[in-house]
């Protein structure tokens, strides 16, 4: 009170003379007080000789409504604060989640007892490293199972701890904890990454992230905006509960990752929630788990710093496995987030019975999962024509007027159109060259296929009117005018279905057909091949 009334005293005759305006002020306040010449407390009486800082050359600036400085700066949190770092038991692998054992490699968590107990066989040149399992290692670093034993599998001749039940047990709990849940979809497989028992699991009052991975897989003309609007619209069809928000995101380029970072701190910080990634097996969510560590600085691979040498199968990098082998994550992984007042945890995948790639090799899986933005190639076909997709499905135009085909798959797919009464006479003598993956005998291990039927109304040329889901592999835009009979074979038990078009209006390239078929290839207008051919030599017919 005492300062503003000073101020609205000096600030009339602050360009005058320096004792003037300090005695006009002294006798002015002295008067609005009612003391007389007693200055109140914290007031000291003025002489000559002083030459108060308020008084100085910049004192406009001070007395002005923001005292002459610019809005303070937003106040950051302290690195400190932001730090993310793995933090699992002792005994238990920090790529995966599983428990140490040392007496039988075929099961999950095997190391050699001299690693598990850091005995003789470690160099002392070599720094100490978190140790991680045999699996992990073949995974990381040669990108294969130790075994086949270990692979996560539908059957009963599993071992308990690779079966896709024991992973909806686990995340059945996270229904009982009062936690934010972060769900992963892959928006290049939507269908077959997404987890039908997804809300029994997440549970009815906790908030839910919704996170559709991999869209640097999709069309480049293909808007943000319109992916977003599909994607929920999509979960409400399915019977999803309404998401607390919607992000669009690449985990392995880290595009659209900084607000969704940003989003799920705020909300841990300021519920004092714990979050957990849930998701299908290879949706992504241990790679982005990887990225949040290195986004709040540590660890998440790199070299080994210079002078050190990196020990095969010991985690120097302080990152989760990751492999597009379905069910890498075999148990909860904690990452610490906010200097440990809360907790980020990578679960395990769900292996969806219905996806194509639960039947498929590592090798195999090497081809069928995209790695970059696929080649789509469009065909136009009329009744009797089909379309071999390598040797794992097989795309029919039974009855109808023509319409146009645009192929959404991996580049390392086969796309091979031919007469659909020679569908068995090609299958039998390419199986493997041409049409692979997979190889013959690996198709002939597959089993039977089983044919889905579909009624397809067309919505005119400027519109897709269906896409055709083969969960695992990829999608068929199908568009034209009238109505078709369509109908895809593919390996038990894939669930072939069909969706709203995700490209709904298609873009230039897909509008008329762009490519031809040479016999063995499919080739551009200017005689570029479009996509991978198979390994054979000879043409189809």
Known sequence: MFV??????????????????????????????????????????????????????????????DFGRAPPPRLRRPAEELAAALEVPDGVCQGCGSKFQAHEESLPGYVPEHVLEGGAGRS???????????????????????????RVRTDDASPAELRPERFRQLLRGIARKRCVVVAIVDVFDFHGSLVPDLPQMIGDENPLVLVANKADLLPPAVSAAAV????????????????????????????????????????????????????????????????????????????????????????????????????????FVRVSMLAGRQSLYDSPGIVLPGQLTSLLDTEELADVVPKKRADHATLRLGEGRSVLLGGLARVHMRAGRPFLFTFYLANAVPVHPTATAKVAEVVEKHAGGLLAPPSAERLEAMGEFEEHVFEIDGR??????????????????????????????????????????????????????????????????????????????????
């Not at 360009?15 to 006798?27: N, V």
């Not at 509960?241 to 990752?257: F, N």
């Not at 929630?273 to 949706?283: F, K």
């Not at 005018?481 to 369509?486: D, E, I």
Request: hydrophobic letters at 40%; aromatic letters at 4%.
């Open 460 to 541: 005119g040329w400027d519109e897709a009117a269906v896409d055709v889901v083969i969960p695992g592999l990829g999608w068929v835009s199908v568009t034209g005018s009238g109505s078709c009979t369509v109908s895809v074979e593919a390996p038990r038990p894939t669930a072939v279905v069909t969706r709203e078009p995700l490209v709904a209006v298609p873009i230039r390239e897909t509008r008329k057909t762009l490519v031809k078929f040479t016999g063995s290839k499919l080739t551009n207008k200017r005689g570029k091949t479009m996509r991978r051919k198979g390994a054979a030599k000879t043409k189809a017919r």
């Open 4 to 65: 503003a009334t000073f101020l609205s005293i000096v600030r009339p005759t602050l360009r005058a003379s320096r004792p003037a305006a300090l005695a006009a002020a002294r006798r002015a306040l002295a008067t609005r007080m009612g003391d007389g010449d007693s200055l109140p407390a914290g007031f000291r009486e003025w002489r000559e000789d002083d030459a108060p800082p308020a008084l100085d050359a910049d004192a406009d600036a001070r007395v002005s409504g």
């Open 228 to 331: 977003e609007r599909w994607v929920r619209a999509e979960c409400r069809s399915v019977g999803l509960p309404a998401a607390h928000s919607l992000h669009l995101v690449s985990c392995k380029t880290g595009g659209g990752l900084p607000p969704l970072l940003e989003k799920l701190e705020g909300m841990m910080a300021r519920n004092r929630m714990d979050a957990y990634v849930v998701g299908a097996a290879n949706a992504g969510k241990s790679t982005f788990i990887n990225h949040c560590l290195k986004a709040f600085g540590s660890g998440g691979g790199g070299k080994a710093p210079k002078g050190e040498k990196r020990r095969a199968g010991h985690a120097d990098d302080g990152a989760i496995t990751t492999s597009h082998l379905p069910g890498t994550t075999l148990g």
């Open 124 to 150: 002392a040149e070599l720094k100490p490293k978190a140790v991680i399992c045999q699996r992990c290692h073949g995974l990381r670093y040669k990108n294969a199972l130790p075994t086949d034993a270990l």
